[in-house]
């Protein structure tokens, strides 16, 4: 037969190896000891109401939920933050309603780390082992323990019971030391399913958000590489094309800009002078490494624009209709003047 080992409540003001308990053997009374003298028969130990909380769900249709479903639920009910709780459900009752209980994960963890040298078989809370057919009331471990099928769990002391008695159903059933009772219905194992009966899987909902992440990432880059890979392709194709059409221009700086300028003659055959001034800028305007610095109008040459860059090839890229006239260097930039020499072809 299985023996009982009840941490009582006194032990949480400091928890440790003196831990008053009391060990129930079947057959005998209970029997007080420390927690350290207790041998190494294998044991059933129950933990007092004090170190938990308890909620219970309303009716939940379909499938069994999942424990974070479960504690999301009943989140504006708990005290604390999610994280820092461990959590265990039971089954569903008749109503097909969940029971919630929860801990501070910390202090649960040492707990069950003064048991590291017993041989537990289960581990269960003492208002949990309250019979369930009717609401009932246990005097155990000094103070009154609250359960059964009342919709709370509770550890009162004799004043508090007192203040709270006239709200109780009236098929109470009171219980007390008097009556020789000891534990025998199993309910919750918190040992039951091992770690993930105790906490909510964050790390795993991390692990999986950063997967995620990390695909969409690898995605996204694969996505920009291949329409970088067709805009070369077809930067290549424009260009090839373009030099297929107009051979004379044979530095290409921007199709675009020199396809339009290579076609507005054909266009527009009278171009004013600012017609001109326009196409002059433009041109300039497409190779990225000048910069105008002065524009002047000059008999007869007509317009002329004083460039500067630090890029002195930039300046051999210009094509005909234009003229460069080189000038000075000054701070690492070369300074040229830009004339229209011609009507471009």
Not at 1 to 23: F, I, N, R, V
Not at 26 to 36: I, K, N, Q, S, T
Not at 79 to 105: I, K, M, N, P
Not at 211 to 227: E, N, P
């Amino acid at each position: 037969m299985t023996a009982w080992l009840y941490l009582l409540p006194e032990g949480l003001d400091k928890p440790g190896a003196q831990w008053p308990c009391l060990l129930y053997r079947p057959g005998e009374p209970a029997r007080a000891m420390a927690l350290d003298a207790v041998g190494v028969e294998p044991v059933r130990v129950v933990l007092p109401m004090e170190l938990f909380g308890w909620l219970r769900t309303e009716p939940w249709p379909g499938r069994r939920p999942s424990t974070l479903a479960i504690a999301y639920a009943l989140e504006e009910q708990m005290a604390g933050d999610l994280e820092a709780l461990q959590l265990f459900v039971t089954g569903a009752d008749r109503s097909r309603r969940y029971c919630l209980w929860f801990t501070e994960r910390e202090r649960f963890a040492s707990v069950m780390g003064l048991l590291q040298r017993i041989k537990l078989l289960a581990v269960h809370i003492d208002a949990d082992l309250l019979p369930s057919q009717l609401p009932c009331g246990l005097w155990w471990g000094g103070r009154w323990l609250l359960g059964g099928t009342l919709p709370a769990r509770l550890a009162l002391s004799t004043e508090g019971l007192a203040l709270l008695k006239e709200r109780l159903p009236d098929d109470m059933q009171w219980l007390g030391e008097e009556a020789g009772w000891q534990p025998t219905r199993p309910g919750l194992d918190l040992l039951a399913g091992g770690s993930r009966a105790w906490r909510l899987p964050w790390r795993s909902v991390a692990a999986s958000a950063m997967a995620m992440g990390l695909l969409a990432s690898v995605f996204t880059l694969a996505r920009a590489q291949h329409i970088d890979q067709q805009a070369q392709a077809l930067s290549q194709a424009n260009t090839s094309r373009f030099e297929h059409l107009f051979p004379q221009q044979r530095h290409v700086v921007d199709v675009a800009t020199r396809l339009r300028l290579a076609q507005r003659p054909r266009q527009s055959p009278q171009n004013t002078e600012m017609d001109r001034l326009a196409q002059l800028v433009t041109m300039i305007a497409a190779s990225p490494h000048l910069e105008v610095e002065r524009i002047a109008w000059r008999p007869p040459e007509g317009w002329a624009v004083d460039v500067s860059t630090v890029h002195p090839q930039a300046l051999a890229l210009l094509q005909p209709p234009l003229q460069v006239q080189p000038g000075t260097s000054a701070d690492g930039r070369s300074i040229a003047t830009v004339v229209w020499a011609g009507d471009p072809p």
